[in-house]
């Protein structure tokens, strides 16, 4: 008894959540730009980090682990 596997039915969740993403990133950019004027007037060196420590910001802040949870499993948490 051959048992053929279910046709995979893609979901939903992945190409909403995908484009979630993009207007998460859209978004953060925006904000950072509008900060670049202020950003702007600190030592090259000061610069860097400032970037650097709202880049890391980003990947904590945003909720992207539990966004990309949904998408796979349509739970906003694993398990």
Do not use: C, D, H
């Not at 039915?9 to 202020?38: D, T």
């Amino acid at each position: 008894m051959n048992r053929q596997p279910a046709p995979y039915e893609p979901s939903w969740r992945k190409p909403v959540g995908m484009f979630i993403i993009l207007a998460l990133i859209a978004l953060w950019a925006i904000l950072i730009g509008s900060l670049s004027g202020l950003i702007g007037r600190l030592p090259m060196i000061a610069q860097v980090p400032v970037y650097v420590f709202l880049g890391l910001i980003w990947i904590w802040v945003l909720p992207l682990k539990r966004l990309l949870a949904w998408m796979e499993t349509g739970r906003w948490r694993r398990g």
